[in-house]
């Protein structure tokens, strides 16, 4: 038993540091465009971005529940908490790679790839809860595309409306909007993103025999609200200088578009208790919103270079939780 708690915690510690670089990592989008219009200066933005984040992962479960229980049962996984620690490894090392290369990847795509690859290797194909993991596949897939729509929309409406007026005037007036705008995008992403180590936590507390059954603690909910909420005050400039400059030149009223677009979409998915790519959401209603003000606008090859971080992500990350698997299989005191 006591074996088994020190393995937990390490567990929990990995949980926690995965939830601490999605803050640096995913959270920057959520700041990007506030900050490239310079609506909000950089420390303020952080600083406001991490209490939203708190307030938001505080305020929801039901994410949490789905990725606990709906890629595999874990109270049927003899190594449940073996492929909890595959997962988390994967899901930090691909995100660690795409920060340091300024990717905006998805966090989601790495945790739910590398999740189905650990239990695919370490107790078969057909522990996969297969119409489970389809659902949050779709809901991933089809999230992105939904926010580009949306975003399109919200911008042409926008351009009707003050297409006329004078572009100072209209810049000024939603560069102060984008303070609301920023702090809801934080505060949607703390909805689903943070419940996301929630639910691995909460997985691998059923696997170990500790708990059965999938409400998430109080204690589980604070650390990953504050690792979440730490890890956006650090920061991820990489990531800020790819949204809020190498897409397309974002002026105010195209920041607002943006964040109003996928922050509806974010919430949306939040209240289903669907697990979306806040990143993904984030990227495509700039896209759209590029593609409403001037489709030439938009850097179609920097917009290519995402997407396909986007399509390799869950291969990616699926195959290495596999190999991680194997390597703790052969090292792993049990």
Do not use: C
């Not at 949980?15 to 670089?21: S, Y």
């Not at 949490?64 to 709906?70: E, Y």
């Not at 897939?141 to 926010?147: D, K």
């Not at 850097?299 to 290519?304: D, E, H, S």
Request: hydrophobic share 55%; proline share 3%.
């Amino acid at each position: 038993m006591d074996h088994m708690m020190i393995v937990l915690g390490f567990v929990i510690f990995l949980a926690l540091a995965f939830d601490f670089i999605n803050g640096f990592h995913d959270t920057a989008n959520a700041i990007a465009t506030s900050v490239s219009t310079r609506a909000l200066k950089p420390r303020v933005a952080i600083l406001m971005a991490a209490s939203m984040n708190f307030l938001g992962a505080l305020s929801f479960t039901g994410v949490a529940k789905t990725i606990g229980g709906s890629v595999a049962d874990p109270a049927k996984l003899d190594n449940g908490v073996e492929i909890v620690i595959a997962t988390l490894i994967a899901a930090i090392i691909w995100n660690l790679v795409t920060w340091w290369l300024g990717i905006p990847s998805s966090s989601s795509h790495a945790l739910i790839g590398a999740l189905a690859g650990a239990v695919f290797i370490g107790a078969g194909s057909s522990s996969i809860n297969y119409s489970g993991f389809t659902k949050i596949v779709e809901g991933l897939i089809f999230s992105p595309l939904i926010a580009f729509a949306v975003g399109y929309v919200v911008m042409w409406i926008l351009k009707i409306i003050f297409g006329r007026m004078s572009p100072h005037s209209v810049n000024k007036g939603f560069r102060t909007g984008q303070i609301m705008t920023a702090a809801l995008q934080s505060f949607t992403h703390g909805t689903n993103d943070a419940q996301k180590a929630m639910g691995i936590i909460t997985f691998a507390l059923v696997a170990a025999g500790v708990q059965d059954h999938l409400e998430v603690p109080l204690w589980v909910k604070l650390s990953a609200a504050t690792a979440m909420a730490l890890g956006t005050s650090v920061g991820g400039w990489k990531i800020i200088k790819t949204m809020g400059t190498k897409i397309f030149k974002i002026e105010p009223i195209n920041g607002f578009a943006a964040d109003i677009s996928s922050a509806s979409i974010i919430m949306t998915a939040t209240l289903l208790h669907l697990p979306v790519s806040t990143t993904h959401a984030i990227t495509s209603a700039i896209l759209g919103v590029g593609s409403a003000k001037r489709f030439s606008a938009v850097k179609w090859g920097m917009a290519g270079r995402i997407i396909v971080s986007w399509i390799v992500t869950i291969p990616i990350s699926f195959g290495l939780a596999m190999i991680i698997f194997k390597l703790l299989d052969i090292f792993y005191i049990k």
